[in-house]
């Protein structure tokens, strides 16, 4: 099969519809007797992805660029940045949000500056605690909101 960025990005398109309606599936509410729910709308957006991304899987179009899978320096940056906020909200039930914010947004901040030196690392440790503290006391403190504390 010949990959254009139609197939891609209509592979991206259904596989998102297809976990928003399974994602709908999940979902609990109070059943009325009339009323279809909160789960009416998404679970019609997710069919309308799901058919709009095979159609475009299927889609012929004449000027249509091949897709090449090559690593840039800002596309390594990128998926490095998707990988990271993966494992962070893996690790935030289980680490707890301290933790795993912390670890989170220092590796980051070390890894997207050009300059890696000593003082780099102290910078971004610090500005991973700066940022998480802040963070926390605003969320916590005065919002209230009760942030995942970890397993461990």
Same mark, same amino acid.
């Given at each position: ?7 891609? +990005? ?8 297809? %976990? =928003?309606?399974?994602?709908? *599936?999940? =979902?609990? &509410? =109070? +059943? ?8 009416? %709308?998404?679970? /019609?957006?997710?069919?309308? *992805?799901? %058919? ?5 899987? &299927?889609? $012929?179009?004449?000027?249509? $660029?091949? /897709?090449?899978?090559?690593?840039? $320096?800002?596309?390594?940056? =990128? ?5 990271? !906020? ?16 912390? !670890? &989170? ?10 300059? $890696? ?8 440790? %610090?500005?991973? *605690?700066? /940022? ?9 403190? *005065? ?8 397993? !461990?």
């Amino acid at each position: 099969m010949n990959v254009s960025q139609e197939r891609v +990005m209509g592979i991206v398109v259904a596989v998102l519809g297809l %976990l =928003m309606f399974l994602n709908t *599936l999940t =979902m609990s &509410f =109070m +059943m009325l007797a009339d009323d279809p729910g909160p789960t009416l %709308l998404p679970r /019609v957006v997710s069919i309308a *992805l799901v %058919l709009c991304g095979v159609g475009l899987i &299927f889609y $012929k179009s004449e000027g249509t $660029k091949r /897709v090449t899978f090559t690593l840039t $320096k800002n596309s390594r940056r =990128m998926v490095v940045s998707f990988i990271s !906020l993966v494992v962070y909200a893996l690790l935030f039930n289980v680490v707890g949000y301290i933790i795993s914010t912390f !670890l &989170f947004l220092s590796f980051l901040t070390w890894y997207l500056t050009h300059n $890696k030196s000593k003082a780099t690392i102290w910078k971004s440790l %610090l500005n991973g *605690l700066i /940022v998480t503290a802040v963070i926390y006391i605003v969320f916590s403190r *005065l919002l209230d909101v009760i942030l995942p504390a970890g397993l !461990l």
